[in-house]
């Protein structure tokens, strides 16, 4: 699945006019949220759809990940740690930074049906 989601983002971002290191910042942030979300709103268990949407626009790209697991708040996520020695973090932790970084704008919304990432990735000016 996140093969075929991965194609379908670069496609898209490659439409929308983005150069190579915005193609792929927006697949790393992608391939991160839909990660995060069958690690944690499916809770590993492999049941459960992601459905994503690009939307091409004259200013960039906008991308929109949505699914039907356990609510996901990022508040509630402590911080990444990206200070200390490589070798003494533990594993995990960094998909939230990794989007925020690589994304211009990076939105979450929690709904009845489910929970929406948003994240714009913009064509420079």
Known sequence: MLGNISLFVKKAAR???LDEDA?????LAVDE?????????????????IHCRC???????????RDTGKPFDPKLVPLADTTSDIWSRKPGGVGLFYMEKMMDEV?????????????????PS
């Open 15 to 17: 439409e929308a006019g």
């Open 23 to 27: 193609v792929y910042a927006v697949e």
């Open 33 to 49: 949220a839909c990660s995060n979300v069958i690690e944690h709103a499916y809770e590993a268990e492999g049941i459960g759809n």
């Open 55 to 65: 939307v091409v626009n004259d200013k960039g790209l906008l991308i929109e990940i």
């Open 107 to 123: 939105q979450f919304e929690f709904t009845p049906q489910g929970n929406i990432l948003r994240m714009v990735k913009k064509k």
